[in-house]
T-cell receptor
Framework: AQSVTQLDSQVPVFEEAPVELRCNYS??????LFWYVQYPNQGLQLLLK??????LVKGINGFEAEFNKSQTSFHLRKPSVHISDTAEYFC???????????FGPGTSLSVIP | NAGVTQTPKFQVLKTGQSMTLQCAQD?????MSWYRQDPGMGLRLIHY???????DQGEVPNGYNVSRSTTEDFPLRLLSAAPSQTSVYFC?????????????FGSGTQLSVL
């Protein structure tokens, strides 16, 4: 079965500092990968997705992620965070184009002024 | 455009009570799904539907029923609530279950079962 691991449950970071949120998945086959963000008291929104092609994917709000097949990772990065980036971030995977979306446990990003 | 609408936002139940969580979308999406969100466990898929009249089980279907009589609505029924069902529930939809489509989420229903 597919599984998604997010190694850090909480990440505090100072405003304007860079951040990396880690995601690893378990699969021996090709997968489709996603990052979603959940702002307080809201539903999830898609940040970015990797389907195929370039391993560096750019998303909304200045976030990007890099797919590394050999390390089965899909880490999310932002070079300079803002207070408004404080949220819960979820990594997710689909095994095939018509498969269920499986979510990781989430990483809570807190941006400190 | 309302998107995905969930009601109620909050609900408290006693063990053994039944209730229905409502989900409606106005985007003509074929695919609809229910997730529950628990601390440290992320979102787990309860049930999903790929179109009116078609439903299927997700990762954690026990204790929940669904039906899809229209494209717009996908209610989630708790037949006999248990404390283990205390959670935040999210409804999500997409045009179809295609990787090129993204999931649109409702704002959630916070359920407490005493």
């Amino acid at each position: 079965a597919q599984s998604v691991t997010q190694l850090d449950s909480q990440v505090p970071v100072f405003e304007e500092a860079p951040v990396e949120l880690r995601c690893n998945y378990s699969s021996s086959v090709s997968v489709y990968l996603f990052w979603y963000v959940q702002y307080p008291n809201q539903g999830l929104q898609l940040l970015l997705k990797y389907l195929s092609g370039s391993t560096l994917v750019k998303g909304i709000n200045g976030f990007e992620a890099e797919f590394n097949k050999s390390q089965t990772s899909f880490h999310l990065r932002k070079p300079s965070v803002h207070i408004s980036d404080t949220a819960e971030y979820f990594c997710a995977v689909m095994k095939t184009s018509y498969d269920k979306v499986i979510f990781g446990p989430g990483t809570s990003l807190s941006v400190i002024p | 455009n309302a998107g995905v609408t969930q009601t109620p936002k909050f609900q408290v139940l006693k063990t053994g009570q039944s209730m229905t969580l409502q989900c409606a979308q106005d985007m003509n999406h074929e695919y609809m799904s229910w997730y529950r969100q628990d601390p440290g466990m992320g979102l787990r898929l309860i049930h999903y539907s790929v179109g009116a009249g078609i439903t299927d089980q997700g990762e954690v279907p026990n204790g929940y029923n669904v039906s899809r009589s229209t494209t717009e609505d996908f209610p989630l029924r708790l037949l006999s609530a248990a404390p283990s069902q205390t959670s935040v529930y999210f409804c999500a939809s997409s045009y179809d279950r295609n990787i090129n489509e993204k999931l649109f989420f409702g704002s959630g229903t916070q359920l407490s079962v005493l």
